[in-house]
């Protein structure tokens, strides 16, 4: 099952932030590709800024960190399109670039153009998706003969 909390304007964000929190409540092990530095950093930041409390699982596998250690020789880096190729063999198609994704929240929540948001949500899916995969690699024997398996 995937959930994918979204906030229709930014006044819900306060609430987007206590919901997270109460489901993550719920786990050991919080698993993220760089959220170490990106995503539960920013998480926090916009926490205290709303004024809420996030608690987040008290184990953190970041599987970016992991990958550098797994496949750093091996693959001429560790970037999640990168791992997606080479470890996962597969590659998207029509996909949202990353960083396009908070431009076009922020598009969305100042017209309302909610289609626009489609391809985020498949983006955000393929991401764990590919996280589960890569996930699935990192705890398989190594191949000397496969590269990046």
């Not at 959930?3 to 919901?19: C, D, M, P, W």
């Not at 190729?85 to 908070?102: F, I, K, M, N, Y």
């Amino acid at each position: 099952m995937l959930r994918q909390y979204f906030a229709r304007h930014y006044g819900e964000e306060a609430a987007l932030i206590e919901a997270l929190g109460e489901t993550a409540a719920a786990f050991q092990f919080l698993v993220t590709f760089n959220g170490k530095s990106y995503d539960a950093p920013f998480l926090a930041a916009r926490a205290q800024v709303n004024r809420v409390i996030l608690r987040l699982p008290p184990r953190h596998l970041d599987l970016l960190h992991a990958a550098r250690r797994r496949w750093r020789d091996v693959l001429p880096d560790c970037r999640l399109q990168t791992l997606e190729a080479r470890v996962c063999r597969r590659w998207r198609s029509g996909d949202v670039p990353g960083d396009e994704v908070p431009g076009l929240y922020h598009d969305y929540v100042r017209h309302g153009d909610a289609h626009r948001l489609v391809p985020v949500f498949h983006h955000n899916l393929l991401d764990v998706i590919t996280m589960a995969e890569i996930a699935r690699a990192l705890c398989a024997p190594r191949h000397p003969d496969r590269p990046g398996r």
